[in-house]
């Protein structure tokens, strides 16, 4: 009974562990170091993570007070060189869609949006054949 016990615990343990390493994102330390990688001449304003909990989560949004007058740009971080299939796209207050970093078939790692209106506009990210559903995102300002 021991040897039975102890052999589904170890199951158990194996599976669950295995589980768990596959889920880690680390959404927050890719969006903090994605600061560094800011387009010139652009200034700091937020960091966004960007976890999809594994394929779990479809669309993930943030909201931010864009000003008339201003550039705004939106990069994307992840653990490799590419974008990983994370899509970013930006909506104004009536929520209709903006620019998007999605194009022709491919994502880039960014976009730019020149403000004409101050208001609330949304930063929605999404996954598009994304294997690790996970990333950071910087927005910056420049006038």
Known sequence: MKKVFLTF???????????????????????DNCITQLNDGFN????FPVDGENGGKGKIEYSYVFA????????????GDNPDGIVVSL???????????AANGKVFKGLRYNC?????????????????????SVLGFKR
């Open 9 to 31: 615990s170890l199951f158990a343990f194996f599976l669950l562990a295995g589980n768990m390493a596959q889920a880690q994102c680390s959404a927050s330390e890719l969006a």
């Open 44 to 47: 700091f304003v937020k960091s």
């Open 68 to 79: 008339k007058g201003t550039e705004y740009s939106i990069n994307i971080c992840t653990s």
């Open 91 to 101: 909506y104004d207050s009536n929520r209709r869609k903006l620019t998007t970093n």
């Open 116 to 136: 004409n209106s101050t208001g609330i506009y949304y930063i929605t990210f999404t996954f598009d054949g994304s294997t690790q559903h996970c990333g950071g």
